[in-house]
């Protein structure tokens, strides 16, 4: 809360904070609320050797993957924000969806 008119929000949308009039804020039902985020930042596991880590930049930068939208994240932990203006921090796993064939569709396959 900034002032008696005024809140900061984060916009769930967007991924990032603005200010808003107390006048234009509304509750969000359940579903809306379990509906898709974007986010900004993300964390992730590091890997435990510089080779791993080389395999999984190569992997996040496949065009492959850019192009067709074959990249997933999976949130693993929500770590509570430390101070009221931060966001929580995020931890994700990251897939990629590989062709299975036509009898199984996609299989997804841990990036990192």
Not at 15 to 25: F, K, N
Not at 34 to 57: D, Q, T, Y
Not at 65 to 73: A, Q, S, T, Y
Request: aromatic share 6%; with cysteine; charged share 30%.
């Amino acid at each position: 809360i900034q002032s008696k008119e005024l809140v900061t929000v984060f916009y769930t949308d967007y991924g990032h904070r603005g200010l808003v009039e107390m006048g234009h804020l509304r509750s969000m039902g359940y579903e809306e609320r379990m509906m898709p985020v974007e986010l900004r930042e993300v964390v992730f596991l590091m890997p435990n050797s510089n080779g791993e880590l080389k395999a999984v930049r190569s992997e996040l930068g496949q065009e492959r993957n850019l192009k067709e939208g074959r990249l997933l994240m999976r949130v693993d932990k929500i770590s509570p924000k430390k101070h009221q203006r931060e966001v929580a921090e995020i931890q994700v796993s990251v897939w990629s969806a590989v062709d299975g064939g036509s009898d199984v569709g996609f299989q997804l396959i841990r990036i990192c």
